[in-house]
């Protein structure tokens, strides 16, 4: 069975939840954030369409639920480029990168949201961050002046940039700021991406950058993390762009099975002027990954949890006509979809060490159902990072529907067909920090059920006034609840776990009134619940509209860009 057909077909709606199995217990709190895309089935890789932001409440009767109810809701992120989709949906065409206009490149802002303190982010690794209303959940500004991140990636015209940057920066709790990537195409030392570690402090429009020297790669960098001292960048290698393909051909591109790290001192920023180059630690690591999380306490080494992506090619998008691994023709409503993996990950836990470039194992685990590694639900909080406990992750589960042949020929020699044939049922898997030993695991036996972006909700966050405000009770991963929401065509469930004993099974199952499905969801994110904007100097849409970035757009769409500025101006 390939996934739930719902995750391409359905519609983005509000609608309520109620408790269908076990009890809702009365100390969770906030509010779970999911970023998605608005899947219009016009581009080749439906991650690349416009974001939307759903939010579903933790608490029951909150935003507007009946009573012993839970809100669902979604929005559209209304940037300044979907305003001019909006005005001028003709003009917009598909690309490797999300949609081009003669405005310049899009910002669909769909990967990831970032909560962090009272304010609401949301990410794409092809613009900049985009605050929202954690009330509203409309959209308030883009993070950070084009001028101040160096100019464009490349040479666009239009009044829109295009910032190559990561869909997670990562938000630093001591010095109060955010670390991100800006990735520019250079022809020295090859022709590839030179990434730039970028700053930002809260309250400002500008952002700092400094080049990392000498370095040219052909990949993204798909997640940030960070300790107390570093900053870590890797080399996504499991997303990589195809020129041939971009131009109509067969895809011949294929992922890496190891890939470079950068570690960058961040006391070497601190009285550095913006836009001078550095030279970051370098270190190989293998599996590649989209996503790995380093412990904020570096004292004893930069320990870093490495969610390898083993074989799991997230450029590789499946087409319309596609046959699968077994050779039964695909369901073409899962055009669009990435091609899921092709082994089984392993997740490893590491210490990187600065002074001798080594790479030290501490700990990994990898089984035959460990296929799909999807995403891990971590305590956020400055004192969970610190001295993390558990570390649950998401298995989809081996997908042969998902599968294509094209894949499996274009990858022959380094995959199993005999495995890669037959499906196995996804699972949450609980994990130790540090030795990586399995402490739990429920099993989702019904193929049929799609489990995907798990979050952790910390039991009594906000209660003690000494911890920061995202601390619950006992930090680290097993105080308190992983949220697992779970996709499946007879409609859309949350289940509810007690993070310190995840094989007992859910504790309470939520399920949409009338059994609503949801399209498909990337990243989810645990906040407490705001009802009200920040204040804080935020950057204007007209503010980036200079004459020379006008001039470079045909004076009949001028009309529009105007329209669009005013109306983000009253924001
Ligand atoms: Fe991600």
């Not at 100019?151 to 997670?168: N, W």
């Not at 762009?241 to 601190?270: C, H, M, Y």
């Not at 599996?287 to 570096?298: E, Q």
Request: aromatic content about 10%; proline content about 6%; hydrophobic content about 40%.
């Amino acid at each position: 069975m390939p996934v739930p057909g719902s995750l391409t077909t359905a519609a983005h709606t509000d609608f309520e939840l109620e408790v269908v199995a076990g009890a809702w217990p009365n100390d969770i709190t906030g509010e779970m954030v999911f970023s998605t895309v608005q899947n219009s089935r016009k581009l080749d890789a439906a991650i690349f369409d416009w974001g939307a932001i759903c939010r579903l409440s933790l608490e029951s009767g909150a935003r507007g639920a009946a009573a012993g109810r839970f809100a669902w809701q979604s929005r559209s992120i209304q940037t300044p480029s979907k305003r001019l989709f909006d005005l001028h949906p003709e003009l917009f065409v598909g690309s490797a990168t999300g949609y081009q206009s003669p405005f310049g490149p899009s910002n669909a802002s769909n990967t990831a949201p970032l909560p962090w303190g009272n304010r609401l982010f949301t990410t794409w690794d092809a613009g900049r961050p985009v605050e929202l209303n954690p009330d509203t959940l409309e959209f308030v500004g883009e993070v950070g002046s084009i001028d101040s991140w160096g100019d464009s990636s490349m040479a666009t015209a239009g009044v829109l940039p295009f910032l190559f940057s990561s869909a997670h920066p990562v938000v630093d709790p001591e010095r109060n700021c955010l670390w991100t990537v800006k990735l520019d195409f250079v022809m020295e030392p090859t022709f590839g991406l030179r990434p730039a570690v970028v700053r930002w402090d809260p309250d400002g429009t500008t952002v700092k950058f400094w080049p990392l020297e000498g370095i040219a790669f052909s990949s993204s960098i798909h997640t940030v993390s960070q300790t107390r001292n570093w900053v870590i960048l890797a080399d996504s290698g499991n997303f990589k762009a195809d020129p041939e393909e971009i131009f109509g051909g067969e895809r011949s591109v294929t992922i890496d099975n190891e890939a470079p790290v950068w570690l960058i001192r961040k006391d070497q920023l601190d009285d550095l002027a913006s836009g001078t180059p550095i030279t970051p630690i370098a270190f190989m690591m293998s599996p590649s990954v989209g996503h790995y999380y380093a412990r904020w306490d570096d004292t004893d080494g930069i320990s870093v949890v490495w969610e390898g992506m083993d074989l799991m090619d997230l450029g590789f998008y499946l087409k319309p006509s596609d046959l699968d691994v077994n050779g039964k023709a695909m369901d073409p409503d899962l055009a669009g979809l990435y091609n899921m993996a092709m082994a089984p990950e392993t997740i490893v836990e590491v210490q990187f060490d600065p002074a001798t470039g080594k790479v030290m194992e501490q700990g990994s685990y990898k089984a035959d159902w460990t296929f799909n590694l999807q995403l891990s639900a971590i305590d956020w909080s400055t004192e969970g990072m610190s001295r993390p406990t558990l570390h649950h992750v998401s298995y989809q589960g081996c997908r042969p529907g998902n599968i294509s042949d094209r894949a499996a020929r274009l990858y022959e020699g380094r995959i199993d067909r005999d495995i890669v044939s037959r499906e196995t049922p996804g699972a949450l898997a609980t994990f130790e920090r540090g030795s990586m030993d399995l402490k739990a695991r429920w099993e989702y036996t019904d193929l049929g059920d799609h489990i995907t972006s798990p979050t952790f909700a910390p039991r009594g966050a906000g209660a003690d006034t000494s911890k920061s405000s995202y601390s619950g009770n006992q930090p680290g991963g097993h105080d308190g609840y992983v949220v697992q929401p779970v996709q499946n065509d007879n409609g859309f469930r949350i289940e509810l776990f007690d993070a310190a004993s995840v094989g007992a099974g859910p504790v309470a199952v939520l399920q949409g009134t009338n059994k609503e499905c949801v399209p498909m969801v990337l990243h989810s994110a645990w906040m407490p619940a705001r009802y009200e904007l920040a204040s804080a100097q935020r950057l204007k849409f007209s503010s980036e509209i200079t004459d020379a970035r006008l001039a470079s757009v045909a004076e009949e769409l001028h009309a529009a860009i105007h329209k669009v500025a005013a109306a983000c101006d009253e924001i």
